[in-house]
Structures are given as structure tokens and as C-alpha cells.
């Protein structure tokens, strides 16, 4: 068994179990029953089946956040805003289903094809803590979609709201066997991956871990998706009005408690503006509120674990002995929970660890630029090309900007992600994209029958 502790408290609040190969196998079977008769549904019928998630979703949605706190410390304003688009991604994962042409002619030189889209098979999808059910849904939704059946292995910390998933998807008269759910800690994840009768991975996580799944996938070449970390630029240009960037800090920079892989945490200033921008900076996060994550007011939480704030407050450590100058934070700003106090550092170069390494947490750099071309040539000197972000009023001046930058997906004076385009990572922040059209691809493959 594992333990599932609330990090706001470091008390124990429930325990799963840590599945073995045994427990693998038995769930990798019942989503291999089961989809011969789901692929045989046709996708408006499974877009049905979609909406009745979302709908049964929608009704749970207050105690899956509140669980989903009280086992990340993700704050709950936060965490409800986040459960909020969980429907929303199934309804629209629905309507690419009812589009999905599962079968194409072509006339060619000699005669004629049928070409066909056939679900990938059985699909192992790995989520993270920091983001449990929307990360579900990006990889479920599409799965659905595309007639595949799934076994999905939530992180160890958020297990206990997979449950309530599992009642959902009983509630939304979802075939027995379609959707399945094992939980457990690193091997039960491998036992997952490495299974003979899974077709494809998507996974969401570490680089380090999503390096040693896409290995076990090539062995037996299986389709995979990373999505994984970053180390995300965000240049505010010349002529960024700092009062329009304010509200975007917490939102950009550092989301979750800076447990984000796409936060903005490396910013770069314009050196004519940099104490201005530093000041803005280390004022807004100053004035964020931390505490209790249940409290709806609180914007700042815990990091997940124990082990987390270590890693988080190394890399203060080793930020000082960098050289870099401490702004704020820096320190535990409370005697119980996992807290870590948000911390700024200017004076930082390019080539400082903590300017290239994820630290995932409320930890942010400050580095000067003096002219665009280089503040392009910072944001893409990095083993990262997940997020982005640029920030002026003139948005066809910093769209110019966000072209030039080596990544996944950037933002222009926003920080909402839009579900309807692709978002994954290039560089060492993985492989394929999810959400948009070009999500369900990802779980189908092509057939062709030519004839003469």
C-alpha cells in the first residue's frame, strides 16, 4: 500500500494500492475484451457516451476538486477552475468524434483505395499529480474518440479522485472494460508500459521518465506520447505595460505553486527597464496569498510532497551559491505543510542551473536583454522547448517575436491555453502533441486496401 499525505498538513488522509504485474495484466485484458465491440461503435455513438462523461462529470466536479486539494495542495479557487474544463474537453473531444471520417476513397493510377482509420488498440495513459483530471481528459477524450479502449495509472500522490472517476464513468454507461484504472507507484507505471497488450503510451511527466518510457516503447515499437518538462521564456518586450502584465504573473509564471511544466519561470527583461520589471515582479508575488489550500482566497499552496520542497529549496540554495541575488522568498514560511516561500532571483545569467534546470515550484529568474535578437537567443538557448511567452501592446510586434522562439506552443499576452490547437513539447519536452484536431491522429492508424 501507499499512502496519499495532504502536503498542507503532512498528515495521511488515505492509502491505495500498489499494483503489481499481476494487477496489470488483469486491467491491460479487460480494455483488450472490450475493444473489439467499442472500436465497433460508431463515433457518434461514442460521442455520446463522451457527453455522458462530461455530464456525470459536472456533477462531482466540487468533490473532485476538493479532493484533488487536499491531496496536491493545489489552491482550490484553482483546482475548481481546472475540473471546470475536465467537461469541457470531453464535449469537445465528442465533436471530433462525430467529425472523424473513419474511411476515405482514393482514386490512384492504378484503380482505386480505401483508406482507413482504425483505433490504435489498447492505450496506457500516465498521468501526473499536479493536473490529474484534465490530464486525464486530454488523453482519454481523444482515445474515446478514435475507438480505443484504455487502462489509465494516475500518480501515487492524486490516486484517491480516480475512484471517483471510476464512478463517473459507471454513471455515463461507459462499456465495462473501456475504461480502466490501476493505481500504484514507478513499477506498476513500467508493468504498464512495458505490457505486451498495450498498443500505445501517452504520458505526461518527467523528462528523466518520459526518456525511459519512450525506450521501453521503441523496443517493441509502440506509439507514444511525452509530454514533459520545461524551462519556459517568457520576454516581456520593450514596451510591455507592466499594469496589463500583473494580473498574468501568477497566472504565466508561476501557476500551481509554480508546478506547472509550462510556466514562464525564466523571464527576460529589457535592460533599460529591468529594476522596474524586477520590482513588479517581486511586489505581485509578494502580495499573492499563501496558506491553507482550501481556503479560496489562497493562491500560493504547498508543493506536493516532501521531497518536492527539497528539490525546490536545493536549488534556492544553489541559486545563492550561483551567485544570483535573492529578491524574496526563499524560506519555509510555515511551521506545518510542505511550504516553500515564493522566491525571485535577478542577476541571473543564461548559464546559472537555475536557469536551465526545472525546479517545479514557486521559483522564478530574472534575466536582462538588450536587444530582441538577443533575448531570442536566451529563450532558445535551452534543452526545453515547451511554452512561451511575449508581452506588448503591440500584439503583431510580439507574435513576430513568438515566431523566432524554439517551442511547442507560445503565448502573446496570455496565458490561456486553448484546447482547440495542439500543445506538446520539442527538445528534451517530448514528443507529439494533445488537445486540438491533431489529437485523436495520434490514437488511430491508417490502413490502406488498394484494388485494381
Not at 510555515?334 to 535577478?346: H, K, N, S
Request: glycine share 10%.
Amino acid at each position: 500500500m501507499i499512502d496519499v499525505v495532504n502536503p498542507a498538513t503532512e498528515e495521511v488522509i488515505g492509502s491505495i494500492v500498489d499494483s503489481d504485474a499481476a494487477t496489470v495484466d488483469a486491467a491491460v485484458s479487460a480494455a483488450s475484451a472490450a475493444l473489439g465491440p467499442w472500436s465497433a461503435l460508431s463515433p457518434a455513438t461514442r460521442a455520446g457516451y463522451l457527453r455522458a462523461l462530461a455530464d456525470e462529470f459536472e456533477k462531482r466536479s466540487d468533490e473532485i476538486s476538493e479532493l484533488v486539494t487536499r491531496q496536491n495542495g493545489t489552491p482550490i479557487s484553482i483546482t475548481r477552475t481546472m475540473q471546470s474544463q475536465v467537461p469541457v474537453c470531453y464535449r469537445y473531444f465528442a465533436s471530433l468524434a462525430e467529425e472523424l471520417s473513419v474511411e476515405e476513397h482514393v482514386t490512384t493510377a492504378s484503380g482505386d483505395a480505401i483508406v482507413l482509420r482504425e483505433p490504435v488498440g489498447v492505450v496506457a495513459a500516465i498521468t501526473p499529480w499536479n493536473g490529474p483530471q484534465p490530464l486525464i481528459a486530454w488523453k482519454l477524450g481523444p482515445a474515446l474518440a478514435a475507438g480505443c479502449t484504455a487502462v489509465i495509472k494516475p500518480a501515487p500522490e492524486t490516486s484517491l479522485d480516480a475512484f471517483v472517476f471510476a464512478e463517473i464513468v459507471a454513471a455515463a454507461g461507459i462499456p465495462e472494460g473501456v475504461v480502466n484504472i490501476v493505481t500504484g507507484g514507478r513499477e506498476t507505471g513500467a508493468a504498464l508500459v512495458a505490457h505486451p497488450g498495450v498498443h500505445k503510451v501517452a504520458f505526461t511527466g518527467s523528462t528523466v521518465a518520459g526518456k525511459a518510457i519512450a525506450a521501453e516503447c521503441a523496443k517493441q515499437l509502440k506509439h507514444v506520447t511525452l509530454e514533459l518538462g520545461g524551462k519556459s521564456a517568457g520576454i516581456l518586450l520593450d514596451d510591455v505595460d507592466l499594469d496589463a502584465f500583473r494580473p498574468l504573473v501568477l497566472s504565466a509564471c508561476s501557476p500551481n505553486t509554480g508546478q506547472t511544466c509550462r510556466a514562464l519561470t525564466r523571464v527576460l527583461a529589457p535592460a533599460s527597464r529591468y529594476d522596474e520589471v524586477v520590482d513588479l515582479l517581486a511586489a505581485t508575488m509578494t502580495g499573492i496569498p499563501q496558506g491553507d489550500p482550501l481556503d479560496p482566497t489562497v493562491f500560493f499552496g504547498p508543493l506536493v510532497n516532501a521531497t518536492q520542497r527539497e528539490r525546490v529549496e536545493s536549488y534556492i540554495e544553489l541559486g545563492k551559491a550561483e551567485g544570483a541575488e535573492m529578491v524574496i522568498g526563499g524560506g519555509r514560511p510555515f511551521e506545518r505543510g510542505y511550504y516553500v516561500a515564493p522566491t525571485i532571483f535577478r542577476g541571473v545569467t543564461n548559464d546559472m542551473r537555475i536557469a536551465r534546470e526545472e525546479i517545479f515550484g514557486p521559483v522564478l529568474t530574472v534575466m536582462p536583454y538588450r536587444t530582441v535578437d538577443e533575448a531570442v537567443a536566451i529563450a532558445n538557448d535551452s534543452e526545453y522547448g515547451l511554452g512561451g511567452g511575449v508581452f506588448s501592446p503591440d500584439r503583431e510586434r510580439a507574435t513576430a517575436v513568438a515566431r523566432r522562439i524554439v517551442t511547442g506552443s507560445v503565448g502573446v499576452n496570455t496565458s490561456t491555453l486553448p484546447i482547440e490547437t495542439p500543445f506538446g513539447g520539442v527538445k528534451n519536452s517530448g514528443i507529439g502533441r494533445e488537445l486540438g484536431p491533431q489529437s485523436v491522429d495520434a490514437y488511430l492508424e491508417y490502413k490502406t486496401i488498394f484494388r485494381a
